[in-house]
């Protein structure tokens, strides 16, 4: 019987047929998809013909079909619906897959054919594109290692596979951490709990085996509890455990797998010729230097650490006279923070949230995917990996365009976070395919799913995210989507939460869910009156991290990450009652994989770029501005990687943008 992953999908679109797939199906597949791949490879790598662009990088391009697919399946389940036998896999997939890429980038004779093509691309007549993704390919074997021999070349192949291992390690470990605590609540440790919260509580308490409310580590559980919570003991011992992640001791430490990684990776950039693993990574970003790194961080980090100085000694202010003297501490910002926002801006989350109703979130950034580029979305009837996934067909003028498929809810066998990724992506070589976009979030459920401001602006950004990818028109996968540089990547996603902000998309969308009315225009005015507010906090928050993750790769790796984090705080005079968004030891974004490692700056050089193309539509008078839309998707939505970024962004804007709208758009010019 043919395994049905690697078996022809006669399904609507090719969607993977999740149903027929066990987890056994898995090892064996990925077995079979290695052995075709490695012969792919070295049919082209052994090939005695002339160089020509379809026999080496065309070729390569079509290569690994079926263990695309594989992959595509694996990590989406991995990631999403979690048990143990899928970690147990997952833990020995990744030094496997490690070996069998180390395998192609190492293999001499496929690096020197490229190497041929690359010397003689001048009389191909290659086409822009071709061009681009031949230096694309060579760029990458280089980096990879391809031009190391001997004891070098070995040690690169046992680098990249003990990161694949440690990456997979840290990964489980937090998950271990998230899944395994919660607090339980009785009925008198709801004080000040608003009912939506409590209904959050109950249903964590069923999925946990409780009986009665708690809660757990799940991001959409736990931040409203610590604005609401009036327990000061239970804010500090959920925001401890919480705080605690990946550094409670024991097997699902992950302090000593960060230490591990980042010397690894010096090490790795050293084999390379590099002096640290920051100009290695930063090498093929926008922002190619450490240094234009810690400029942008820096220039915005003053005004927004006097921004949250300030702010601090408000809310310290607020809790004396609650009569609880001391210093404001980190369980405490949270549930201040809120009260203040009450008393200045009248605006209380337990009055937002009804207005946010999942669904009809779901609905407004359809809708505004509509007006900007025509797309319609009609629901598919397909199965899917878990219950509360659900699909849609995207098409443009009767034309299909892509299948999106949402899975909203938190859950324990998920990780945390949010996330957007490809199950197909888009291209037409060696035949055209469309893709399958999926967007991953960890919404609190409920009946019906109602959404923080945050949580909105969330899935606005990770349908920015899919949107990139659904829109896609190049030629070639490996510059399909969003596989451009990581501090672009995030322009588009942050881009689209723009849109969440329009007060005609919050009229039409924000709906309450038991009347259906309308948001009253005062609510809504307050609404947008506080899209900054608190944004000192917020602001420090995240570039405490990004400096942290870019000092720990600038120099000679810490012996000890924890200690050099304490110091970089100190440095840049963290303020005491905040800390980093994602502590070392729970930093999914530089330490599960390399994909954010010196890299989590992105976001804010993304946001540079968001805060100023969202400006090009206030100029233009309006938020749909149908030339604009198109400007914005021929050249950065569609056009995926097939040119340099910032050539990209100029051909949109016509200039590349500076910080100013950035603090502009984050209320932190003076």
Known sequence: MTNPLLADWATPFQIAPFSQISDSDFAPALEDALAAHDAEIAAIAQDVSPVCFDSVIGALEAAGGALEKVLSVFFTVAGADSTPAREALQRAFSPKLAAHFSRITANKALFARIETLWAEQDRLDLTDEQARVLMLTRRSFLRAGAALCGAQDTRMAEIKSRLAALGTSFTQNLLADERSWFMALGEDDLDGLPQFVIDTARAAGVEAGADGPVVTLSRSLIVPFLQFSARRDLRQKAFEAWAARGANGGATDNRAICAEILALRQERAALLGYGSFAEYKLETEMAKTPAAVRALLMEVWAPAKDRAIADAAVLRNMMHADGINGDLAAWDW????????????????????????????????FACANRLFGLEFAPLDVPLYHPDCRAWEVTRAGRHIAVFIGDYFARGSKRSGAWCSAMRAQAKYPEAQTPVVINVCNFAKGTPALL???????????????????????????????????????????????????????????????????????????VLGAATFDMGFQTVEYLASALVDLDFHIGAAPADPMARQAEVLREIGMPEAIVMRHATPQFAHVFAGDGYACGYYSYMWSEVMDADAFEAFEEAGDPFDAPLAASLERHILSAGGSRDAAELYGAFRGRMPGAQALLKGRGLLA
């Open 334 to 365: 949270r549930y201040y923070a809120a009260k203040r926002r009450v008393a200045e801006h009248d605006l209380d989350e337990a009055d937002v949230k009804p207005y946010f109703q999942l669904e009809r979130m779901i609905e407004a950034s």
């Open 452 to 526: 923080s401001y945050d949580d909105a602006r969330t899935l606005f950004h990770e349908f920015g995210h899919a949107l990139h990818q659904m829109l896609s028109d190049v030629t070639y996968e490996s510059i399909s989507g969003t596989s451009v540089a990581r501090d672009f990547v995030e322009l588009p996603s942050q881009l689209y939460e723009h849109w969440l902000e329009v007060p005609r998309v919050l009229a039409e969308f924000a709906t309450h869910y038991e009347t259906g009315e309308a948001m009253p225009e005062a609510l809504l005015e307050k």
